[in-house]
T-cell receptor, first 113, second 111 residues
Framework: GEKVEQHESTLSVREGDSAVINCTYTDTASSYFPWYKQEAGKSLHFVIDIRSNVDRKQSQRLIVLLDKKAKRFSLHITATQPEDSAIYFCAADASSGSWQLIFGSGTQLTVMP | DAGVTQTPRHEVAEKGQTIILKCEPVSGHNDLFWYRQTKIQGLELLSYFRSKSLMEDGGAFKDRFKAEMLNSSFSTLKIQPTEPKDSAVYLC?????????FGKGTRLTVV
């Protein structure tokens, strides 16, 4: 079955710098890749997603890149702010159109003032 | 606009007890998920319902974990009997069209 690996378990950046979190997946049939943010003591909430018919998507300071050949996708946070500090989870659908999301293990991002 | 509501927020159980966690999905959502979150294992799917029908019962979690959805607006997760290794945060989530919405979770501690 699908496996999602999240490469950075922790990441520290200075405020204003960019942060990049990388994930890889195994199932070439996966077509949907969302990202979730979990702030301390809170639950996960959706931040951005990308589908396999595009290779780039941007929403304000968030950019998601998808490289289907390498089975890799990444979240770029530009001009980071302290409130970006959280755990970020990448996910992929178990197969194209599947209901099930397979999550990465999470990356703790710390933005230092 | 209510999101996914989970109760209780915290639960302490003695080993061997039965506990029931509750979830109210976002109104109108057809898909409901139960996940377990731990630092070591991350997010693990326990159960999945589509339009109240159980689609996935979590494989390895079958023996002591039972999720039910008696109506479209309420689901329960029963753990019987509890073991210390069940200590975790249990997350309920629902999905309508695409995006999955998570509840705030129930933190379970089994002593």
């Amino acid at each position: 079955g699908e496996k999602v690996e999240q490469h950075e378990s922790t990441l520290s950046v200075r405020e204003g710098d960019s942060a990049v979190i990388n994930c890889t997946y195994t199932d070439t049939a996966s077509s949907y890749f969302p990202w979730y943010k979990q702030e301390a003591g809170k639950s996960l909430h959706f931040v951005i997603d990308i589908r396999s018919n595009v290779d780039r998507k941007q929403s304000q300071r968030l950019i998601v890149l998808l490289d289907k050949k390498a089975k890799r996708f990444s979240l770029h946070i530009t001009a980071t702010q302290p409130e970006d500090s959280a755990i970020y989870f990448c996910a992929a659908d178990a197969s194209s159109g599947s209901w099930q999301l397979i999550f990465g293990s999470g990356t703790q991002l710390t933005v230092m003032p | 606009d209510a999101g996914v509501t989970q109760t209780p927020r915290h639960e302490v159980a003695e080993k061997g007890q039965t506990i029931i966690l509750k979830c109210e999905p976002v109104s109108g959502h057809n898909d409901l998920f139960w996940y377990r979150q731990t630092k070591i294992q991350g997010l693990e799917l326990l159960s999945y319902f589509r339009s109240k029908s159980l689609m996935e019962d979590g494989g390895a979690f079958k023996d002591r974990f039972k999720a039910e959805m008696l109506n479209s607006s309420f689901s329960t997760l029963k753990i019987q009997p509890t073991e210390p290794k069940d200590s975790a945060v249990y997350l309920c989530a629902s999905r309508g069209d695409r995006e999955v919405f998570f509840g705030k979770g129930t933190r379970l501690t089994v002593v």
